[in-house]
T-cell receptor, first 113, second 114 residues
Framework: DAGVTQSPTHLIKTRGQHVTLRCSPI?????VSWYQQVLGQGPQFIFQ???????GRGNFPDRFSARQFPNYSSELNVNALLLGDSALYLC????????????FGEGSRLTVL | AQSVSQHNHHVILSEAASLELGCNYS??????LFWYVQYPGQHLQLLLK??????LVKGIKGFEAEFIKSKFSFNLRKPSVQWSDTAEYFC????????????FGKGTKLSVKP
């Protein structure tokens, strides 16, 4: 079975630009979560979606948004990029919304110049 | 604020040495506890989990962890490490009612010398 897939794997943007990151969950998983991992830190929760509805939101500014599509894939959007947004963005999927048993993708490494 | 603390940033051991990685969480209510591992060049994966019941839980590859409620701790242990255990280890907690919002510690990098 295919695991969680994320695209792109690496990207470079400049301050003020917009970025869209994409995630395909494991087949049968209806929940997708997004995490930001800054170098030297653990992953930090951004969003969780389950059955296309937002189920949780972390302490991130409104520049961060996400959505989940009918096929359970998901997009994370970040507007007006700042240097501090440079990080590894992880997508994780799970069967249900209230579990910590997450299956992570390889991540999308964003560099903001 | 809800948080998770991992006491060691980098641990270096020789093969066959015993391992214990510390993890403490800040909240006294209902928690679900996890250890995740990230091997070099690989994605994060679940090592073991605690929801309820026996506070000593066993995971993959000979790892175990003990939940001590009175100490708000969930330390990871392995009696004898191998070179292949070289990885970064993350403790994570879900606090009651917070759905799938995992709160991670900063991670402990384990280097095992052959």
């Amino acid at each position: 079975d295919a695991g969680v897939t994320q695209s792109p794997t690496h990207l470079i943007k400049t301050r003020g630009q917009h970025v869209t990151l994409r995630c395909s969950p494991i087949s049968g998983h209806k929940s997708v979560s997004w995490y930001q991992q800054v170098l030297g830190q653990g992953p930090q929760f951004i969003f969780q979606y389950y059955e296309k509805e937002e189920r949780g939101r972390g302490n991130f500014p409104d520049r961060f948004s996400a959505r989940q599509f009918p096929n359970y894939s998901s997009e994370l959007n970040v507007n007006a990029l700042l240097l501090g947004d440079s990080a590894l963005y992880l997508c994780a999927s799970s069967r249900s919304s209230n579990t910590g048993e997450l299956f992570f993708g390889e991540g999308s490494r964003l560099t903001v110049l | 604020a809800q948080s998770v603390s991992q006491h060691n940033h980098h641990v270096i051991l020789s093969e066959a040495a015993s391992l214990e990685l510390g993890c403490n969480y800040s909240y006294g209510g209902t928690v679900n506890l996890f250890w995740y591992v990230q091997y070099p060049g690989q994605h994060l994966q679940l090592l073991l989990k605690y929801f309820s019941g026996d506070p000593l839980v066993k995971g993959i590859k000979g790892f175990e962890a003990e939940f001590i409620k009175s100490k708000f701790s969930f330390n990871l242990r392995k009696p004898s490490v191998q070179w292949s255990d070289t990885a970064e280890y993350f403790c994570a907690v879900i606090y009651g009612g917070s759905q799938g919002n995992l709160i991670f510690g900063k991670g402990t990098k384990l280097s095992v010398k052959p």
